[in-house]
Nanobody, 126 residues
């Protein structure tokens, strides 16, 4: 069982930056990719970004490409989400996840999470 703990959320003005961290413990595995999802009030949880164990491959939702960067430090069992140029529509609870990449016609289609963090609130004011 993998345990995930997020930190780094908060309140920021539009155009600002935040960095989220996700510390993993327990039965971490080199087969796990790590990722971030978010859920805004009244909306479904959506995929934001993912990264392979090696860090060699990253994936992003179109809505955050060019603004968000996912990275990981395996020595610390920690993944990060650097969020720049934040917009009010980025306001959501952000969840860290560990799991396996999903593919459709050899194209990355998402992350199937085996473990979730508790979530951290990100609020972007206009």
């Amino acid at each position: 069982q993998v345990q995930l703990v997020e930190s780094g959320g908060g309140l920021v003005q539009a155009g600002g930056s935040l960095r989220l961290s996700c510390a993993a413990s327990g039965r971490t595995s080199s087969t796990y990719a790590m990722g971030w999802f978010r859920q805004a009030p009244g909306k479904e949880r959506e995929f934001v970004a993912a990264i392979t164990w090696s860090g060699g491959s990253t994936y992003y939702a179109d809505s955050v490409k060019g603004r968000f960067t996912i990275s990981r430090d395996n020595a610390k069992n920690t993944a990060y989400l650097q969020m720049n140029s934040l917009k009010p529509e980025d306001t959501a609870v952000y969840y860290c996840a560990a799991g396996k990449r999903q593919w459709r016609n050899n194209v990355f289609s998402g992350l199937s999470a085996d473990a979730w963090g508790q979530g951290t609130q990100v609020t972007v004011s206009s």
